[in-house]
């Protein structure tokens, strides 16, 4: 009783506030005039130009949900959910029959058919020119019409009419009350969005970006991710020749596009950009000197990895990928790789190749701002640099943007450290060098360098030593190449040693190497030593994998399982493999080979096999000693 009590003084009066009697809006005069219903921002009736009084909160309610789907029966059970979402009366059906009998008369007295009761539900019969959605969506669709007719000019004035009909969120003052309504507001919102992008390029179409680039920044705040809507931003900012601030939108879209959903721009959107740094970029005359060439020297003797280069050249030479990112053990030839590689490409990039290095000597972590300036300084940009990361890395990529350049980033310790200095997608373009793997770097084309083979590890030693006394004991060199664990590093400190001592048989210094006391003093020579790499890379390591290497220093070979480790490290098998996986991603470890297999049988943990680098076992084995652990 208290429920229908409660809802029949809902039904006759608005929270206690009389409703107006009902002839005040509608007289004899009015009656037949013209019905008129806003749903773009409150929910408002006309007719005539006088507003109608549309009741009580529940009853606007109703005719809301029946105006979500003008012409279209909606259900009793839709419109009482939306009503009493929790916990509806006995008497809610009563109660809206009560509810659309009302608004029968309120909204045309004359034709209490236009709202009738049928198969399916409530239906409110209505014409675009009574109702501003409907006249919104006939708009829209002429102006599609019109683009396909190649009137661009008359579309961006029909868009434009079915624009200027908003004036507020649909259904503002209701929508907050009922989840229908609620999601009617983002369907109506993605489809002003639609129109909007339809206008806008009908707009830059016809050479008129102004009005484009004076609002869509309001567009681009509600949907920052859309890519067809960066694409009209960018554009229009670039007409009306606004081109830094369409630099900065592009890079922030693509920073968001990689950060929230792990992907590139688009084509759409990277078209208007290389449209945007073609018309930036200034002509180069024939024959113009060409930009910086800040690289060490190429090795004359470099050796091998025709597969590697002929991948990392391919991912360069094509304009807007991502970083390539080159990882391996300590002394696998990274750095020389990688410059080798930018001499390469040299030619490919006029306005500057040029290496840095993100780690000092000691293997401390370089200060970004150090060397972000060290590399503006090297290609030549004379933009200040903000002290505050962000918009130092903004105004960096937006120069960048503009040029053909090739940075190499050597040696980095983590993707923290590129963040600042990494081009945007476009001419620019970064090769990187790291032991770690760097997961978080997600969209770079990724090369592990592996060891050299016994013949390219023969080939280097004997361009250093000589052909025909590697020749002359060949067995001996065989030995040498594999005591170095194949890493071009140790085998040019091996080849430096035997170039001084020209005397010695080759195969009294693989017998030397083969002794693991002294192998890591013989690879020494010339200021190249091997101990010395890997002490630093060592101090580099985080303390727990310093820790697991000092506990497989008791493994008898280079090559082992799972057990075996977990033996060494005297934790369970799953503890282990985590222990292992943590020196996979910091480049120590090779990540496990797969045993053959048969058809019917996978691959278990337990029978893969592993593979630490010969010479950081050794080196495992000196700490552990040190340390007084056995081994």
């Known amino acids: 009783m208290a429920d229908s009590l409660t809802e029949s003084r809902d039904a006759a009066s608005d929270h206690g506030i009389p409703r107006e009697p009902a002839g ?15 749903l773009l921002g409150p929910l408002r009736a006309f007719r005539g130009g006088l507003p109608l009084a549309l009741g009580p ?162 567009m681009v705040s509600r949907h920052p991710l859309r890519e067809r809507l960066r694409a009209a931003q960018l554009t229009a900012l670039h007409q009306v020749g606004r081109r830094t601030e369409a630099l900065a939108a592009y890079d922030d879209c693509r920073q968001r596009l990689s950060r929230e959903l792990g992907l590139e721009p688009g084509a759409a959107l990277h078209s208007a950009y290389r449209s945007l740094l073609d018309a930036m970029a200034p002509p180069r005359p024939r024959g113009a000197t060409t930009g910086s060439r800040l ?47 930018a001499h390469r490409l ?9 290496a840095t290095r993100l780690c000092a000597e000691d293997g401390s972590t370089r200060p970004w701002a150090s060397v972000l300036a060290e590399l503006a ?32 980033l050597d040696d980095t310790p983590d993707a923290g450290a590129l963040t600042p200095l990494l081009p945007p997608s476009g001419t620019a373009a970064a090769l990187v060098t790291s032991r770690s793997r760097l997961p978080c770097l997600e969209s770079a084309h990724r090369v592990e360098l592996p060891p050299l083979s016994t013949e390219e590890g023969l080939g280097l030693l004997g361009g250093i030593i000589g052909r025909a006394r590697l020749s002359a004991e060949r067995a001996a ?9 194949h890493l071009p590093f140790a085998l040019r400190a091996a080849g430096n040693r035997l170039s001084v001592l020209r005397h010695m048989p080759l195969g009294q210094y693989a017998d030397r190497l083969e002794h693991p006391a002294e192998a890591l003093d013989e690879l020494a020579s010339g200021g190249i030593g091997v101990r010395t790499r890997l002490v630093r890379a060592w101090s580099r390591l985080p303390a727990p994998a310093r820790g697991s290497l000092r506990a497989l220093a008791a493994l008898p070979d280079v090559s082992f399982t799972l057990p075996a480790a977990a033996q060494c490290l005297g934790v369970a098998g799953r503890d282990a493999q985590r222990s292992l996986e943590e020196l996979i991603d910091v480049g120590v470890l090779q990540p496990p080979s797969l045993p053959e297999v048969s058809a019917h049988m996978a691959a278990t943990p337990e029978s893969m096999r592993y593979e630490l680098p010969w010479l950081t076992l050794l080196f495992a084995r000196e700490q552990a000693a040190a340390r007084g652990e056995r081994c």
């Open 295 to 341: 690289l060490p020297p190429d090795l004359a003797d470099f050796t091998g990895r025709a597969w590697e280069l002929d991948f990392v050249s391919a991912q360069l030479d094509s304009e807007g990928g991502p970083p390539v990112l080159v990882t391996g053990a300590v002394g696998v030839g990274k750095t020389a790789f990688a410059v080798h590689v």
């Open 477 to 485: 060199a065989e030995r040498i190449v594999a005591a170095t664990g």
């Open 57 to 218: 909160l529940k009853q606007r309610l109703v005719l809301a949900v029946l105006l979500t789907r003008p012409n279209t029966p909606v259900s009793v059970e839709e419109l009482t959910d939306a009503v009493w979402p929790d916990d509806p009366p006995r008497t809610a059906r009563k109660n809206l029959q009560a509810y659309v009998s009302t608004l029968r008369r309120v909204l045309d007295p004359d034709d209490l058919d236009r709202l009738h009761h049928g198969p399916g539900g409530y239906v409110l019969r209505l014409t675009a020119e009574e109702c501003d959605t409907l006249h919104f969506e006939e708009l829209a669709r002429r102006g599609d019409t019109e683009v396909r007719a190649g009137a661009p000019s008359h579309a961006a004035r029909t868009y434009r009419q079915a624009l200027d009909l908003w004036r507020h969120d649909p259904f503002s003052d209701l929508a907050p009350r009922a989840e229908v309504l609620r999601a009617a507001v983002e369907r109506r919102h993605a489809r002003r969005l639609a129109v909007y992008e339809a206008w806008a390029e009908a707009q830059l179409e016809i050479g008129d970006p102004g009005p484009v680039a004076d609002t869509v920044d309001e």
């Open 346 to 354: 040299a030619e490919r990039y006029p306005d500057g190749v040029v």
């Open 24 to 38: 005040e809006f509608g007289s004899e005069d009015t009656t037949t005039a013209p019905l008129r219903l806003n």
């Open 377 to 408: 300084r090297s290609v030549g940009c004379t933009e200040r640099l903000p002290a505050d990361r962000e918009e130092a890395a903004t105004v960096w990529r937006s120069w960048l943007s503009r040029r053909r350049i090739l940075l190499l």
